[in-house]
């Protein structure tokens, strides 16, 4: 069993800067992938970014790339979220999210096998 805790969520104006954090506890060594995920109401959760713990290869989102930047610190089992330019568009519950295997299609929700209980970023205009 995997526990995640978000932290640094807030409230922001349209360009400032975020930086989320996701602590792992429990069995990390089954950790494959690490991602971030955000939803807004009435939309489907979608990808935001991704790193692979074994590689540390790290995929984005088109509409985030360039702005975002996700990162590990395996000493310490936390993964982190920078958040430059953001944008209205980025206002949403951000979720982390761990997958035990390294598989490919870090995207998909459905592969996810432990969620984080969510956390509000707000980006006003």
């Known amino acids: 069993q995997v526990h995640l805790v978000e932290s640094g969520g807030g409230s922001v104006q349209a360009g400032g800067s975020l930086r989320l954090s996701c602590a792992a506890s429990?069995?990390?060594?089954?950790?494959?992938?690490l991602a971030w995920f955000r939803q807004v109401p009435g939309k489907e959760r979608e990808a935001v970014a991704g790193?692979?713990?074994?590689?540390?290869?790290?995929y984005y989102a088109y509409s985030v790339k360039g702005r975002f930047t996700i990162s590990q610190d395996k000493a310490k089992n936390t993964v982190y979220l920078q958040m430059s330019g953001l944008k209205p568009e980025d206002t949403a519950i951000y979720y982390c999210?761990?997958?035990?295997?390294?598989?490919?299609?870090?995207?998909?929700?459905?592969?996810?096998?432990?969620w984080g209980q969510g956390i509000q970023v707000t980006v006003s205009s």
């Open positions: 429990g069995d990390t060594g089954r950790i494959g992938l």
């Open positions: 790193a692979y713990s074994r590689s540390g290869n790290t």
């Open positions: 999210a761990a997958r035990t295997e390294n598989g490919v299609r870090w995207y998909d929700p459905r592969a996810v096998n432990y």
